[in-house]
């Protein structure tokens, strides 16, 4: 079975631009998650949608946002670039059962870098 | 909130060498735990998990039991490999309220990185 991707590996863009970074989610699974990685604040969560809704938002600013179809393939974008916005990007899936066999299983990241 | 500590590191071993990684939890109730090992320029991997008081979670030979009553779920590998040298990162599952409708998110300590020499 196919693991969650992510497109692209690798982004750079200046500030002041907007970004748009994809996830494929592990078939059948039906929530994905986005977490920001940096050397200062480590793993941090960003939202998770499921069934075409955000459920949940971590404290980012407006300027990140995401959505979700009803493949259940998701879009982050961030607006409005800052060079504190450079960052691994992670994408996580997992099924939504409720139950605590659910696990997120991850991507392997868009590295982003704004310059 | 919820909240991970975990031994920064970096942490270096020789190969066959005895690990720990301390790790320990504040939380609400008796959350999932989890490690994730995360090789150089790739996403992260689940090594192993357990979800609830007294599992003990194993995998490639890494070991981690949930003790509730020190709140901890300390990594241990009785004999490591240069092939395990990668950043090593404890999580608990946090849960939100129901009218989030069963929305979970990850809660990771910083991360322990770990180099193991031949």
């Known amino acids: 079975k196919a693991g969650v991707t992510q497109t692209p590996r690798y982004l750079i863009k200046t500030r002041g631009q907007q970004v748009t970074l994809s996830c494929s989610p592990i078939?059948?699974?039906?929530?994905v998650s986005w977490y920001q990685q940096t050397p200062g604040q480590g793993l941090q969560f960003l939202f998770e949608?499921?069934?075409?809704?955000?459920?949940n938002k971590g404290n980012f600013p407006g300027r990140f946002s995401g959505r979700q179809f009803s493949n259940s393939r998701s879009e982050m974008n961030v607006s409005t670039l800052e060079l504190g916005d450079s960052a691994l990007y992670l994408c996580?899936?997992?099924?939504?059962?409720?139950?605590?066999?659910?696990?997120?299983?991850f991507g392997p990241g868009t590295r982003l870098t704004v310059l | 909130g919820d909240s991970v500590t975990q031994m920064e590191g970096p942490v270096t071993l020789s190969e066959e060498a005895f690990l720990t990684i301390n790790c320990t939890y504040t939380?609400?109730?008796?959350?999932?735990l989890f490690w994730y090992v995360q090789y150089p320029g790739e996403g992260l991997q689940l090594l192993l998990k357990?979800?609830?008081?007294?599992d003990k979670g194993s995998n490639k030979g890494f070991e981690a039991t949930y003790r509730k009553e020190t709140t901890s779920f300390h990594l241990e590998k009785g004999s490591v490999q240069v092939s395990d040298s990668a950043v090593y990162f404890c999580?608990?599952?946090?849960?939100?309220?129901?009218?989030?409708?069963?929305?979970?998110?990850?809660?990771f300590g910083k991360g322990t990185k770990l180099t193991v020499n031949p």
């Open positions: 949608y499921f069934s075409e809704t955000q459920r």
């Open positions: 078939s059948g699974h039906r929530s």
């Open positions: 996580a899936s997992r099924r939504w059962s409720g139950g605590s066999t659910d696990t997120q299983y």
């Open positions: 999580a608990l599952r946090s849960m939100s309220p129901l009218t989030q409708g069963g929305s979970e998110k990850l809660v």
């Open positions: 939380a609400t109730g008796y959350p999932s």
């Open positions: 357990a979800t609830k008081a007294d």
